[in-house]
């Protein structure tokens, strides 16, 4: 396949549990939706079977999601054992962080190196409009106690909300100065509402505008494994600027992701409607060499190749806290 010659399918997003303990205004319809039952979520020892299945299919980076991953029992010793599988050289977690500072150590313990918290303020009155929530102490200092660790790279992800934290561009860039951080900002995806998308929506592009007094951007060479964030060094910082454009500048062509829902469905792209019921399968008792088939599908998807036609679900009618932000 000459497209898929030219980008590996390398990275898998593995969602281990729908829960979380906020409720961010752009991840979904709160109010309508509803938790899978526990026995719909795969346990521990399924998705370890499926991410052995994924690295013999050539995934080489997992990122572990939610939900708000840290609320599951049991995260370290699974991600201690996600660690220890033939192929996949790195192992990484995204949360909202409100848990880190009581939960980090034992992260960096099971061999966790690369790190994503999300942080759309640094102002406690807006991070509890935003999230629902008054944590934005005790996410500082999980942050603190990442960068006391050594958790490298640490990255911050701020979506950019127009109107309600835009004013704040500058300062969530700053923190990039003054720490080893990765500040990424990410543009707002219609995964809510498409209203609401069209009433807060800000480019990556205005972004960066309003960056330019940071000073010139140096960009950064990408990893192999490398998420979408096109990554820059701006002079007299610590850290780096990222910027994710899924919307402006959408990155389809080069994108090297598959996405596993926590109730066990394979998704080659977020904002697509396909997606191959792996739990379905792994319960029945198919056999690894047709879960990796079932892999290699999904790869081909992505790259226009697939051999045939399969069952859709909804989106945005699945929220992010479903799917797996």
Not at 3 to 29: F, G, H, K, P, V
Not at 131 to 138: E, I, M, V, W
Not at 143 to 158: D, E, M, S, T
Request: proline share 5%; with cysteine; aromatic share 6%.
């Amino acid at each position: 396949m000459e497209e898929a010659a030219s980008r590996q399918i390398n990275y898998l997003r593995m969602s281990i549990t729908d829960r979380c303990n906020l409720r961010c205004l752009y991840c979904t319809y709160w109010k309508e939706w509803q938790k899978q039952p526990a026995a719909e979520i795969l346990r521990y020892e399924e998705l370890l079977r499926l991410a052995a299945v994924a690295a013999e299919a050539g995934v080489r980076k997992i990122r572990i999601t939610g939900g708000e991953p840290l609320v599951r029992r049991g995260l370290a010793g699974f991600l201690q054992k996600l660690n220890r599988l033939p192929g996949i050289d790195q192992v990484c977690l995204t949360t909202n962080g409100v848990l880190l500072r009581e939960l980090a150590p034992a992260i960096y313990d099971a061999g966790v190196r690369h790190l994503n918290v999300s942080l759309d303020t640094l102002q406690r009155d807006r991070y509890r409009r935003i999230t629902g929530s008054d944590n934005l102490p005790a996410v500082m200092g999980g942050l603190r106690q990442a960068v006391a660790l050594g958790f490298h790279p640490l990255k911050i992800n701020c979506v950019v909300l127009r109107g309600i934290n835009d004013d704040e561009i500058l300062d969530i860039a700053r923190l990039a100065r003054d720490n080893p951080y990765q500040v990424r900002f990410i543009e707002l995806m219609p995964t809510a509402s498409q209203t609401w998308w069209q009433r807060h929506y800000l480019s990556m592009a205005e972004v960066r505008r309003r960056l330019a007094v940071l000073g010139p951007l140096e960009p950064l060479i990408r990893e192999a494994t490398a998420g979408p964030a096109r990554n820059f060094r701006v002079p007299g910082f610590q850290g780096e600027l990222g910027f994710i454009s899924p919307m402006s500048e959408h990155h389809c062509r080069t994108c090297n992701r598959l996405r596993l829902t926590a109730d066990g469905k394979l998704r080659p792209c977020l904002l697509a409607a396909t997606e191959l019921d792996l739990k379905g399968h792994l319960r029945l008792g198919l056999g690894d060499d047709l879960l990796e088939y079932l892999f290699q599908e999904a790869v081909a998807l992505k790259t226009g190749k697939a051999r045939f036609s399969l069952a859709h679900s909804h989106h945005p009618g699945q929220s992010m806290v479903s799917i797996g932000g």
